[in-house]
């Protein structure tokens, strides 16, 4: 499966199809009305109509004579900037030097915010003079048609978690795996996909199995398996954040989870996570890009064992994730590779405000969320079952 025309309904939007896109996303009611409320809260609320004519009028000012899929991610580039001036104070990048830049890569990633981990990705990417990724998302979160058109102009793909039964759930899979080969060997686009479905919610990073097994989808039977995942050229990338703006929902969603089983989410819940974790501030962001995987994998769980492995090792850690540990165990440890603590004192009330910002009866889950990542890194062999002391401290298994 290499034609092209087999991935119209997944794949990001060409450039010859950009001035028809945008045309209608300008157009769109519901957009105008969103970026309104967005922009001007109070005001929206005495008058929607003509704050939404006003941001449709701005969009075709800005937006309407851009042709390219390049100049649609300039337009991204400058508003990230925006964001990172005023919720990162230092975007800091690792390994990426030690890549040859002649290739296209499968990064993969550790997952914390839906929509930053690959942005984040492409802020480095770009700082280094390489072509950004091409992203998957998962169709659950193209709860708006606006919303869909908006992500693949800036270059991401769709993956169908929508389909149903198994013929359905097995034909979007190859699909997919397909798309996946194409880009990397065909047409030599990087490409961004996060190791699990949602993200890791109580901060233990860990990938599914099923994710690689789904890539290997395409390989051909006459060729070895480990060969195969060394042509996908997979490179680990471990990506921390100093703060999680959305590390009280989570706690809530994931105690919710403890207690009753089930979370059951509102109605276009994860574009408002988007936009929390876009809005929010985070501090410190750290991008670990490992090696190639290049070894003899026999199957999906070693490749899996693999990615956790230099996920775990390369992450770097802040005094929160330290505070967290220290408070939840009771020990201390010290971290080669943390982030310099400036100002002990200050960190410390930070985090205890935040802490205390929590539900007491939620609070070890929020702890819980940033020492996962101490635990994990004191783990020598990802497929090992850890002692219960250095066990991940987990609640509730996440969901996306």
Not at 125 to 134: E, H, I, K, P
């Amino acid at each position: 499966m290499t034609d092209n025309c087999c991935f119209d309904d997944i794949r990001p939007y060409h450039d010859g199809e950009v001035s028809e896109v945008l045309a209608r996303i300008m157009d769109s009611p519901d957009l105008s009305l969103v970026l309104a409320r967005w922009r001007f809260p109070r005001l929206s609320r005495w008058l929607p109509a003509v704050l939404a004519w006003a941001v449709r009028r701005h969009l075709r000012r800005q937006l309407g004579q851009l042709t390219s899929v390049a100049e649609v991610q300039l337009v991204v580039a400058r508003y990230m900037q925006r964001m990172m001036d005023a919720t990162v104070t230092e975007l800091s990048v690792s390994g990426f030097d030690r890549l040859p830049t002649n290739k296209a890569y499968l990064f993969i990633s550790n997952h914390r915010d839906i929509a930053l981990d690959p942005a984040f990705v492409n802020m480095a990417l770009y700082q280094y003079g390489q072509q950004t990724v091409r992203i998957a998302i998962g169709d659950n979160l193209l709860t708006k048609p606006y919303v869909a058109d908006l992500m693949r102009l800036n270059k991401s793909f769709i993956v169908k978690r929508s389909a149903t039964s198994p013929r359905e759930k097995l034909k979007a899979s190859k699909q997919l795996s397909a798309f996946i080969q194409h880009s990397l060997q065909q047409e030599h686009s990087h490409v961004w996909l996060a190791q699990r479905e949602g993200r890791a919610k109580d901060g233990n990073d860990c990938t599914n199995a099923a994710i690689i097994s789904m890539l290997t989808l395409n390989r051909p039977k006459t060729q070895e398996y480990a060969d195969y995942i060394r042509e996908l050229n997979i490179v680990p990338v471990a990506i921390s954040y100093e703060w999680d703006p959305c590390d009280a929902a989570k706690t809530q969603e994931l105690f919710s989870l403890c207690q009753t089983g089930e979370y059951r989410k509102q109605a276009h819940e994860d574009i408002a996570s988007i936009a929390a974790g876009i809005a929010g501030f985070k501090g410190h962001v750290h991008l670990a890009f490992g090696e190639p995987l290049q070894g003899d994998y026999a199957n999906a769980e070693a490749v899996a064992a693999e990615i956790d492995r230099q996920i775990w090792q390369n992450y770097r850690l802040y005094p929160s994730n330290l505070l967290a540990y220290q408070q939840m165990t009771g020990k201390d440890y010290t971290a080669k590779d943390m982030v310099a603590l400036t100002d002990c004192q200050q960190q410390t009330a930070q985090f205890q405000r935040r802490l205390q910002s929590i539900a007491s009866d939620q609070q070890q889950i929020f702890l819980a969320m940033y020492a996962n990542p101490v635990l994990n890194k004191q783990r020598e062999v990802p497929q090992a079952i850890p002692s219960e002391q250095e066990a991940p401290l987990s609640s509730a298994n996440a969901v996306n």
